[in-house]
Every structure is written in C-alpha cells, then in structure tokens.
C-alpha cells in the first residue's frame, strides 16, 4: 500500500485529516483508532494462500507473536483478509492534560 501512496499511522501522534482514508485490517494485533472522528466507508476481502498460514488469530497461528497458546503456522482451510475501511471526518482533538 505504501508503494500505491499510502502512509503509516504513527499510533503515537497520529495525524489525520478529514477526508483521509484508514484502511484496518480485521486480523491486527496493534493499533487500533480511539477517537469519534470516523465513519464506515466500506469493507475489503483479499483472498489468501488457501491452507497454510503464519498469522490468523482465530485459527491459532502466530509466528510473529506467540502468548504461549499460538502455533507459528496453522496448515488448513485459511479465511480471507477482511479490512474496514474508515474515512476520517474530522481531526482528533489535542490530548490536552
């Protein structure tokens, strides 16, 4: 994505903008969004390599991060990627303390 132009969210100082596009993978571990300022924009399902996979919470595998009940890979029928897409309708507010 970022060689099409898309750029990281710093989850430290995010900067969005209204009108920018989050793209947020449903299978994500990290990040996620905790400001009001957005809105459902649509969803996206990609296709995967179709039983084998190192990094698919439901089915048990990890290989980048394993709490102790993870698998570093999982060989059966593996899902799609799903994707929210999230459209910024205003910026967030400063943290002010």
Same mark, same amino acid.
């Given at each position: 994505m970022q060689e099409l132009g898309a750029r990281r969210v710093?989850?430290?100082?995010?900067?969005?903008?209204?009108g920018d596009m989050l793209i947020?993978?449903?299978?994500?571990?990290? +990040? &996620?969004p905790?400001?009001?300022g957005l809105k459902m924009f649509d969803?996206?399902?990609?296709?995967? @390599?179709?039983?084998?996979?190192t990094m698919n919470g439901p089915m048990g595998a990890n290989f980048? +991060? &394993?709490?102790?009940?993870?698998l570093?890979?999982?060989?059966?029928?593996?899902p799609s990627?799903? @994707?929210l897409i999230l459209q910024?309708?205003?910026?967030?507010?400063p943290d002010v303390r």
């Amino acid at each position: 994505m970022q060689e099409l132009g898309a750029r990281r969210v710093d989850d430290q100082a995010p900067e969005y903008r209204p009108g920018d596009m989050l793209i947020l993978p449903l299978n994500n571990y990290g +990040f &996620s969004p905790t400001f009001g300022g957005l809105k459902m924009f649509d969803t996206l399902e990609i296709g995967t @390599f179709p039983w084998l996979t190192t990094m698919n919470g439901p089915m048990g595998a990890n290989f980048y +991060f &394993s709490p102790g009940d993870r698998l570093p890979f999982v060989v059966g029928q593996v899902p799609s990627e799903a @994707f929210l897409i999230l459209q910024v309708t205003r910026s967030p507010q400063p943290d002010v303390r």
